[in-house]
């Protein structure tokens, strides 16, 4: 039988795991409350936060949610979560036993948010013919 494919988020958290659900509403609104112009899709069986081009996802899983955005974007973060499994591509798996790591998740997308917009100025500057 396929999965019912969820259309929005509210609905992608209701479908999950019930130990996880606060903490993917806790996720779900940090992420709106940094990225309030953010296009919000669910692909491939996660929520994605599209400004222009991707800036985070959460997916929900049986015992654990993940957060992911670029490794790049995660690399100056790398000390305050190591006590998370990370993949090489930048997800953190945050166990839902776990408090959720608010102010590292914060800093995390607000530092994806200011690499957009540092490209965007510096694409903008390019395309007037001006170097930054």
């Not at 659900?21 to 992420?31: D, S, Y």
């Not at 940094?34 to 800036?55: H, K, S, Y």
Request: charged residues 25%; hydrophobic residues 40%.
């Amino acid at each position: 039988m396929a999965k019912k494919l969820h259309e929005t988020i509210p609905e992608y958290i209701e479908a999950a795991p019930p130990g996880g659900q606060l903490q993917l509403r806790q996720l779900h609104a940090l992420l709106q409350s940094i990225a309030p112009e953010a296009r919000q899709v669910i692909n491939w069986n996660t929520a994605f936060f599209i400004e222009r081009q991707f800036l985070f996802a959460f997916s929900a899983h049986e015992a654990h949610l993940e957060f992911n955005t670029t490794a790049e974007s995660i690399e100056p973060f790398h000390n305050g979560l190591s006590k998370y499994e990370i993949t090489e591509t930048g997800v953190v798996k945050i166990s839902y036993a776990e408090p959720l790591p608010e102010k590292l998740i914060r800093k995390i997308a607000e530092h994806r948010m200011q690499r957009v917009r540092e490209r965007d100025d510096a694409l903008f500057m390019k395309v007037l013919g001006r170097s930054s």
